[in-house]
């Protein structure tokens, strides 16, 4: 999916060691984790209309240095790459060949046999084998794809903001949200959806406000110890008016988002998603038609939103220092593709805080926000605009 | 540019992307129906289209496009 939207994401992981980082043990490091997750080491190849993947035999350094370096091109041909300044690592990855998921094994490695060799630790070298690709025939045949008849292509849809980004920080009371969520018998993460909503619906200035999330899809798609992308994302659109209220309509939200995490769901929405790309890819045209071809595709499917809601940090391990520092600036993540705001919740220590990256150029999305929220009963612990 | 010319050009690319025959294509055509277009053949006609005109066609205009005229027109009003 990430392959053929044409902007390349990638993302940062950056660990603060207790000491300066010696490159050349964490070459090492780096060395032999790789020597036992051969799923990694492969390089994308392109020939005119084709692409496929297969193993890189070149070298795969560490560099030095905090600067992201363009991958693959600087990266030897890796689809991620490892550096290091001073007393931190830096991890950077492109989000085709893996993801978030996909990523942890191998950077928990690299970070172990770096222990091992600096301070005589002695952690395993892990075997880290990824699951087949999953059977995306066998899903299409499950639930055949759909061809987009002319009520589908003649729908509205939602055109994103594209302007420049600039962020908004705003950090709420957990407690005062999970009893509003319960006072009006939802989920949490369906009240917060909800608030944003009515949020959005002021900023952006329309009443039909489309938002949209995704979840991970291993355990649906038979592949729980996949490396690379198994996602789908949902969107719905609510109507909403000046004088709507969150016990108006958040019982519906509630219910979509309910109805959308069972299995079945994120099956049949994988395989819409995917069975899309799969048509795309099969297309007989230059990459950067396919790009487009698929841009579009995701606004006619539905995918792109005024917003989307994701989940910031590890639940088992929510209060890291790293989450803590990413909260105050976020100028690095993913950005906002697909919608015209993306909305990144961390909790931590009995707050809910919702970094913001947003394309829309109109002003006050902070003070708009903290009266949504306040108006609503729940407590605004700060509201800020960053740029 | 003159509208022949835009039709010259949309005409090419539906032969190329969906074999569509230059004789079978009217401006009153209807892209879904008449020349029997599927929904990935018409995103890839407009995709060649943005590039051979130099232009990006905002998603929302899309569904606007039901037949070859709605097209033409508006590449008409929209290359320079």
């Known amino acids: 999916m990430y392959f053929f939207r044409r902007e390349k994401i990638q993302c940062r992981y950056q660990f603060s060691l207790r000491d300066a980082v010696d490159i050349t043990l964490l070459q090492r490091a780096l060395t032999a984790a790789l020597a036992s997750a051969p799923y990694y080491t492969q390089r994308l190849v392109q020939e005119k209309r084709e ?13 030095p240095g905090s600067t992201m370096r363009n991958i693959p091109e600087q990266a030897n041909g890796y689809l991620f790459c490892v550096s290091c300044e001073g007393d931190t690592v830096y991890f950077d990855w492109h989000h085709f060949l893996l993801d978030g998921h996909g990523v942890s094994p191998l950077l928990t490695s690299i970070l172990e046999q770096y222990c091992n060799l600096r301070y005589g630790t002695a952690f395993a070298v892990p075997q880290i084998v990824c699951d087949p690709p999953y059977d995306m025939e066998a899903m299409l045949a499950e639930y055949p794809p759909v061809e987009y008849g002319s009520d589908v292509i003649q729908r509205d849809v939602v055109q994103t903001y594209e302007g420049a980004l600039r962020r908004t920080r705003v950090c709420l009371s957990k407690q005062s949200l999970v009893e509003k969520a319960l006072a009006n018998n939802a989920k949490p993460v369906s009240a917060l959806m909800g608030l944003l909503c009515m949020a959005m619906r002021e900023y952006l200035g329309k009443e039909k406000i489309q938002y949209s999330y995704s979840s991970d899809t291993r355990d649906v798609a038979g592949v ?4 690379y992308n198994c996602v789908c994302s949902f969107g719905h659109t609510v109507q909403l008016q000046a004088q709507t209220r969150l016990a108006d309509f958040v019982a519906d939200v509630d219910a979509d988002i309910r109805r959308d995490l069972q299995p079945q769901s994120k099956r049949r929405r994988m395989a819409d998603q995917m069975g899309w790309v799969y048509k795309v890819n099969q297309q007989k045209a230059p990459l950067r038609i396919k790009q487009r071809v698929f841009q579009m595709g995701e606004y006619i499917g539905g995918t792109i939103s005024d917003f989307w809601l994701s989940y910031l940090g590890n639940p088992l391990m929510p209060a890291t220092p790293e989450l803590a520092q990413y909260t105050t600036d976020f100028g690095v993540w993913v950005p906002p593709d697909g ?39 729940v407590a605004v612990l700060e509201a800020e605009d960053l740029d | 540019m003159e509208r022949a010319e835009i039709i010259s050009q949309i005409t090419a690319i539906l032969e190329d992307v969906a074999e569509v025959s230059p004789e079978d294509v009217t401006e009153s055509s209807v892209l879904m129906d008449d020349l029997d277009l599927s929904s990935m053949e018409i995103l890839t006609i407009v995709a060649d289209l943005e590039e051979t005109f130099g232009l990006r066609i905002p998603e929302k205009e899309l569904r606007n496009f039901v037949t070859m005229g709605d097209l033409v027109d508006y590449l008409a009003a929209n290359v320079g």
Do not use: Q
Not at chain 1, 349 to 375: Q, S, V, Y
């Open chain 1, 339 to 377: 919608a015209s705001v993306g909305v990144e919740a961390a909790s931590l220590n009995g707050k809910i805080i919702l970094c913001i990256h947003n394309k829309a150029p109109n002003p006050g999305l902070a003070d708009i926000l903290r009266k949504t929220f306040e108006n609503e009963g």
């Open chain 1, 51 to 63: 692409m496929w993947l297969e193993p890189n035999t070149e070298p795969c350094l560490v560099y």
């Open chain 1, 224 to 227: 729980p110890n996949a490396l």
